[in-house]
């Protein structure tokens, strides 16, 4: 079935710096979301991408889709304690249900 | 609106008794799915409903795991004979589906969990 793969699993970064976390789909995706969970929280939705090489931006977040649709970047610029969180990509499979990835876990130190 | 709603929040149970969360989704949302979640893993699809009709589950979803959503609106997933491996974060996610569009409509709003832990 379709995988969803997100790297790294973790990420440490001081307060300023830019961070980027990957998305691969071993399967052609028609649109890929991306979600944000805060610790002890649920995920909230961020963003859908749906069009071959969109680059969208909210804010400080860049988000990139794969020009062949199998892969999504999420880049955030000068990262602050407030971008702490878990941060996932998720894309349709066959019928319509999300699939989730593994998610990238950023921590910031100020 | 008060978004998605789950309870209960925490459920603690004894291994092989049987346990029942409810979902009460966003009312004008059509869609509603379960997921189940564990410590440092993504959210794991169980099931999904359109309306009162199950149109998919998970072939991951032991026979154990029953949900229902018997008049369209909020939904119940059962666990019986509970296991430890069934200690979890099971999530809720409401959303709408408009005919004639891609599916990219299904922009998922998700509840606050309901964690069940079985000793």
């Known amino acids: 079935g379709q995988q969803v793969m997100q790297i790294p699993q973790y990420q440490h970064v001081q307060e300023g710096e830019d961070f980027t976390t990957y998305c691969n789909s071993s399967?052609?995706?028609?649109?890929i979301q991306w979600y944000k969970q805060r610790p002890g929280g649920h995920p909230v939705f961020l963003i859908q991408?749906?069009?071959?090489?969109e680059v969208k931006k909210q804010k400080r977040l860049t988000f990139q889709f794969g020009e062949a649709k199998k892969n999504s970047s999420l880049h955030i610029t000068a990262t602050q304690t407030t971008d702490v969180g878990t941060y996932f990509c998720?894309?349709?499979?066959?019928?319509?249900?999300?699939?989730f990835g593994k998610g990238t876990t950023l921590s910031v130190s100020s | 609106d008060t978004g998605v709603s789950q309870n209960p929040r925490h459920k603690i149970t004894k291994r092989g008794q049987n346990v029942t969360f409810r979902c009460d989704p966003i009312?004008?949302?059509?869609?509603l799915y379960w997921y189940r979640q564990t410590l440092g893993q993504g959210p794991e699809f169980l099931t999904y409903?359109?309306?009162?009709?199950?149109?998919?589950k998970s072939r991951l979803l032991s026979d154990r795991f029953s949900a229902e959503r018997p008049k369209g609106s909020f939904s119940t997933l059962e666990i019986q004979r509970t296991e430890q491996g069934d200690s979890a974060m099971y999530l809720c996610?409401?959303?709408?589906?408009?005919?004639?569009?891609?599916?990219?409509?299904?922009?998922?709003?998700f509840g606050a969990g309901s964690r069940l832990t079985v000793l």
């Open positions: 996610a409401s959303s709408l589906a408009r005919t004639g569009s891609y599916s990219g409509a299904n922009v998922l709003t």
């Open positions: 399967t052609t995706l028609s649109n």
């Open positions: 991408l749906v069009k071959s090489g």
């Open positions: 998720a894309g349709p499979q066959a019928g319509t249900a999300l699939i």
């Open positions: 009312s004008e949302h059509n869609r």
């Open positions: 409903f359109q309306n009162e009709a199950q149109l998919e």
